[in-house]
C-alpha cells in the first residue's frame, strides 16, 4: 500500500504550514513550545485529502484485487506537486528573500551585514535538496500512472534503474525530516523551525578604543573618571560564580545586570559560557546573560582551543559509539548470513538501519558539542567602559 504518500505529504504540509505563519505573523514566541495557531484547519482539510485516498485505495484494492491501482498513484502525484509548490513559494520566500513577519521583529532591514551567510546558505541547500526529490517522485508517480504505455517497450536493464533512483529518492525524501530535526533537545537552534537564525550573526566589539582610521583617541575626563568609578566599584565585589574573594583576577561587568550578579572572573564566566552552550545546544554565535538577556561583547580568536573541546570525556563517548556501531553493522551481517528466511532478514536489516542512524546521530551530536565548546573556549570577553555603573 502507499501510506508513504499520505506520511511524508503530512510532514511536509506541516512544514510548509509553519513556514506560512513565520511569514504572515509577527511576534511568534520563539522560547517555547508551540504548534500551528492560524492554519492548523488548513492542515487538516487538506491532510483529509491523502488518507481518504488511501482508504480508499484499500477498499478498491479488496474489492477488486485483480485490477491496477496505478491511478492512485496519480493522484498522490498531484497532492505532492500542490505541496512541492507551496513548499517552495515560502521556502523562497522566507530562506532567499528573507522576508516575513520574523524580520519586522529586529526592526532592521536584512543585508549582508546582519544575515549569517553561512547558515543562509545551509538552509537553502537543505530547501533545494527536499524540493527536488520531492519533484523527482512527482515524475516517477506520473510514470507509473502512465506505465501502462511505456514499460513494455523499454528494456528490463531501463526498468530496473528507474524503480533504484525511484526508492532512493523516497529513502532520500524521508531521512530528510530527521536529519533537518537533528536537535531534539533544542529545537529553536534548528533552522527549519526558526528562521530567525538567518539574521543572527556574531556581536563586533564596539570599536571604542580606535578611530575611524585606526588610531587611538584619548579618552575624555569624564570616561576616565568613570572608568576610576567603576574600578572600585568593582573592588568592593564578589565573583557571582565562584566568591572567591583570594583569586587575583580582577572583576569585570559584562552585562547590564546589577547588583550581586553583576561582576564576574573573566575565567569564571568563559568556563560557564562553555557548560552552558555545551548543555543546552546553542550554536555559540550570539552569547548573552541569562538575567538581563543583553548580549557580551566578545572577540573571537581565529585559532579555536581544540583540547578544551575534544576532552578525554568526549573522546571516550565517540570510542564507545563507534564500537556500538561496529558491533551492530557485524552483528546484524552475521544474523543475515545464518537465516535463509527473507523476513528475518529485512527485520534485522531494519533494526540495524534504526540502531546505525540512532547512533550516528548521537556521534553527530558528541562532535557539534566538541567543536562548540572549543569556539567558546577561545572567546574574550570585553568589558565597555559606559557599562561600569557607580
Not at 541547500?125 to 526529490?133: D, P, W
Amino acid at each position: 500500500m502507499s501510506l508513504y504518500y499520505p506520511l511524508v505529504m503530512t510532514c511536509a504540509s506541516l512544514v510548509v504550514c509553519l513556514w506560512a505563519e513565520i511569514f504572515h505573523l509577527q511576534g511568534i514566541r520563539w522560547e517555547r513550545s508551540q504548534f500551528l495557531s492560524k492554519s492548523f484547519l488548513g492542515f487538516l482539510a487538506f491532510n483529509l485529502l491523502p488518507y481518504s485516498l488511501f482508504l480508499a485505495e484499500i477498499a478498491y484494492s479488496h474489492l477488486f484485487s485483480g485490477r491496477s491501482t496505478s491511478f492512485f498513484n496519480g493522484c498522490y502525484a498531484v497532492l505532492l506537486l500542490i505541496v512541492v509548490i507551496f513548499f517552495l513559494i515560502y521556502g523562497v520566500e522566507v530562506f532567499f528573500k528573507v522576508r516575513g513577519g520574523f524580520v519586522y521583529d529586529f526592526g532592521v532591514v536584512p543585508n549582508s551585514e546582519n544575515v549569517n551567510a553561512s547558515q543562509l546558505h545551509q538552509s537553502r541547500f537543505g530547501l533545494l535538496s527536499q524540493a527536488i526529490m520531492m519533484i523527482v517522485i512527482v515524475g516517477f508517480l506520473t510514470s507509473e500512472t502512465l506505465g501502462d504505455f511505456w514499460k513494455k517497450k523499454v528494456p528490463v536493464y531501463s526498468r530496473n534503474w528507474h524503480d533504484i533512483v525511484f526508492r532512493l529518492a523516497e529513502v532520500g525524501v524521508a531521512l530528510w525530516f530527521p536529519c533537518c530535526l537533528w536537535n531534539s533537545m533544542a529545537p529553536e537552534q534548528l533552522w527549519i523551525l526558526n528562521p530567525r537564525k538567518l539574521l543572527t550573526r556574531q556581536i563586533d566589539p564596539v570599536a571604542g578604543s580606535s578611530g575611524a582610521g585606526g588610531t587611538a583617541e584619548a579618552p575624555e575626563p569624564s570616561t576616565s573618571a568613570n572608568a576610576e568609578e567603576g574600578q572600585s566599584f568593582l573592588a568592593k565585589k564578589d565573583c557571582w560564580i565562584c566568591y572567591d574573594t583570594d583569586k587575583p583576577e580582577p572583576l569585570i561587568q559584562p552585562c547590564k545586570c546589577i547588583g550581586d550578579v553583576s561582576s564576574v572572573h573573566h575565567e569564571c564566566l568563559r568556563r560557564w559560557l562553555v557548560d552552558s552552550c555545551a548543555n543546552s545546544g546553542s550554536d555559540g554565535t550570539v552569547l548573552k546573560c541569562k538575567v538581563c538577556d543583553s548580549p557580551y561583547e566578545i572577540e573571537r580568536s581565529n585559532r579555536l582551543d581544540w583540547e578544551k573541546g575534544f576532552t578525554i570525556q568526549h573522546w571516550a563517548k565517540t570510542i564507545i559509539i563507534v564500537t556500538l556501531m561496529c558491533i551492530t553493522g557485524a552483528g546484524a551481517w552475521v544474523i543475515i548470513q545464518l537465516n535463509e528466511d527473507s523476513f528475518v532478514r529485512v527485520l534485522v536489516a531494519g533494526f540495524a538501519i534504526i540502531i546505525g542512524y540512532i547512533l550516528f546521530k548521537m556521534l553527530g551530536e558528541n562532535t557539534v558539542t566538541a567543536i562548540q565548546r572549543a569556539k567558546v573556549s577561545s572567546i574574550y570577553i570585553v568589558t565597555s567602559v559606559n557599562d561600569l555603573q557607580t
